[in-house]
T-cell receptor
């Protein structure tokens, strides 16, 4: 298995632009998590899905952030419009089901200028 | 107020030493996770615990639910264990996670 796949690995964009981050979970995993990591705030859970349904998005910072999981093998995290304070590493993780070990993707390093 | 506190923040050890990293939390939890983040940035889940003790190779994780405390032990430490170790808890009254700020471990040959 290739593990959790994220793309792009690096993204540099200008303030105001739309950014879309992509994640392919491990096949057969029912839970998918989006995290953000910054030096100031450490790791934070943004949203998680169970069986493609968003269960909790209370960690999403504001309406500029949205996440979708149209099917079991693909999820997106969109920021529109992006701001410099969104610069961070965004991790996607999947697990066989809730309350089990999570497998993390390599992360997407986002820089908003 | 931090729901999850880790100690120490930084730790330097000689190769072969026994290492303990501590995690205390203040909320009711359904599970506790220990994560390892290497200098390259990748994150690996080491353990998920809801009670008792788990062992994997040289790593041992324990949790005391009554005392709201968990420890991660590394026996016979090796330079490749150098990483940041992060404690995370899943709260039992919702769907949120709280993360510790991490313990940066450096093992010197």
């Amino acid at each position: 298995d290739a593990g959790v796949i994220q793309s792009p690995r690096h993204e540099v964009t200008e303030m105001g632009q739309e950014v879309t981050l992509r994640c392919k979970p491990i096949s057969g995993h029912n839970s998918l998590f989006w995290y953000r990591q910054t030096m100031m705030r450490g790791l934070e859970l943004l949203i998680y899905f169970n069986n493609n349904v968003p269960i909790d998005d209370s960690g999403m910072p504001e309406d500029r952030f949205s996440a979708k999981m149209p099917n079991a093998s693909f999820s997106t995290l969109k920021i529109q419009p992006s701001e410099p304070r969104d610069s961070a590493v965004y991790f996607c993780a999947s697990s066989p089901y809730r309350l089990r070990e999570q497998f993390f993707g390599p992360g997407t390093r986002l820089t908003v200028l | 107020k931090n729901e999850v506190e880790q100690s120490p923040q930084n730790l330097t050890a000689q190769e072969g030493e026994f290492i303990t990293i501590n995690c205390s939390y203040s909320v009711g939890i359904s599970a506790l996770h220990w994560l390892q983040q290497h200098p390259g940035g990748g994150i690996v889940s080491l353990f998920m615990l809801s009670s008792g003790k788990k062992k994997h190779g040289r790593l041992i994780a324990t949790i005391n639910i009554q005392e709201k405390h968990s420890s991660l032990h590394i026996t016979a430490s090796h330079p490749r264990d150098s990483a940041v170790y992060i404690c995370a808890v899943e709260i039992n009254t919702g769907n949120q996670f709280y993360f510790g700020t991490g313990t940066s471990l450096t093992v010197i040959p």
